[in-house]
């Protein structure tokens, strides 16, 4: 898919493809924590998920879960994700990719899809810091069903300054665990130092 766009002649393009570059030299680094602050516009979505294919194969880990804020961000990255994996998509006949946020049409909603969601059972999650960090946190079975599914896996946190403050001591507890307990991989991004 990115081997697909145009040659970098212009200094955005030139930019683009050097920090994709940095993203798929450093997916070959074992498990841990990595950082990806990058302009809006400076290609994060699909660098930061090239790091992550790479990263889940070169260090067996099991799923890529992008948590994002804001739903309007997670539909946008949802349409770029789908346009990347097409011909993957008409090839299984079905979508490698799982929304799990509060702006899912219910019309479109079925009982596989929602055990699904609830169960993050895809390679690709793309879901809130709500649902996320609910999953982590919560003691009712039915937010709790997808709390083995983040363990090996790369886990990466879009916008991750938006993280609460008044939560963020229990955020970063959690995230250390993940880290050094459950062999997941973070990657923190921002376009927003």
């Not at 090996?152 to 995230?175: G, H, M, N």
């Amino acid at each position: 898919h990115i081997a697909a766009f145009n040659p970098p002649d212009t200094q955005v393009n030139q930019q683009r493809k050097l920090i994709l570059e940095v993203c798929r030299v450093a997916a070959d680094s074992p498990p841990g924590l990595f950082t990806l602050s990058v302009p809006t516009g400076g290609g994060k979505t699909l660098s930061s998920l090239a790091f992550a294919l790479r990263h889940a194969r070169a260090n067996g880990l099991r799923r890529v879960i992008y948590v994002i804020p804001f739903t309007t961000i997670i539909e946008q990255n949802a349409d770029v994700f789908r346009s990347a994996f097409a011909e993957l998509i008409a090839e299984l006949g079905h979508s490698p990719i799982i929304e799990h946020h509060s702006n899912l049409n219910p019309k479109n909603d079925s009982t596989i899809n929602r055990l699904a969601s609830e169960n993050w059972d895809a390679p690709l999650i793309i879901t809130t810091n709500v649902q996320f960090f609910e999953s982590l946190f919560a003691a009712r079975t039915s937010q709790c069903r997808n709390l083995h599914r983040i363990a090996r896996s790369v886990v990466i946190f879009d916008e991750a300054q938006t993280l609460p403050i008044s939560f963020l001591k229990s955020c970063l507890s959690a995230l250390r665990a993940l880290l050094h307990d459950y062999g997941s991989t973070l990657v923190l991004c921002t376009a927003t130092q």
